[in-house]
């Protein structure tokens, strides 16, 4: 099991930048393979970004290029910088493991106005 808490989220104009953070604790083997997901009013919930234990990742095609995932070396955080922000990644920003199904976190909210 892991633990995950989201912070980090604010309201930007378009164009800025946020830094979420994802603070995970429990079991090791579920805090590497994380993913990065959000959820617009009224959509569903879609996948963002993930990083595997060896670092390599991978983005959506509406954030390649936008946003970086990372985590520490001790695997107890795990990061999203979004930069060039627009109002349609406006949502509620959730970290999750792709290794262990642990409920979700209770998200962060990101606001983009034009």
């Known amino acids: 099991q892991v633990q995950l808490v989201e912070s980090g989220g604010g309201s930007v104009q378009a164009g800025g930048s946020l830094r979420l953070s994802c603070a995970l604790s429990?079991?090791?083997?579920?805090?590497?393979?994380m993913s990065w997901h959000r959820q617009a009013p009224g959509q569903e919930r879609e996948f963002v970004s993930n990083?595997?234990?060896?670092?390599?990742?991978t983005y959506a095609d509406a954030v390649k290029g936008r946003f970086t995932i990372s985590q520490d070396n001790a695997k107890t955080m795990l990061y999203l910088q979004m930069n060039s922000l627009k109002p349609e990644d406006t949502g509620m920003y959730y970290c999750k493991s792709d290794r262990c199904d642990s409920p979700w976190g209770q998200g962060t909210q990101v606001t983009v106005s034009s």
């Open positions: 429990g079991s090791p083997y579920c805090m590497s393979d």
């Open positions: 990083i595997l234990g060896l670092g390599s990742t």
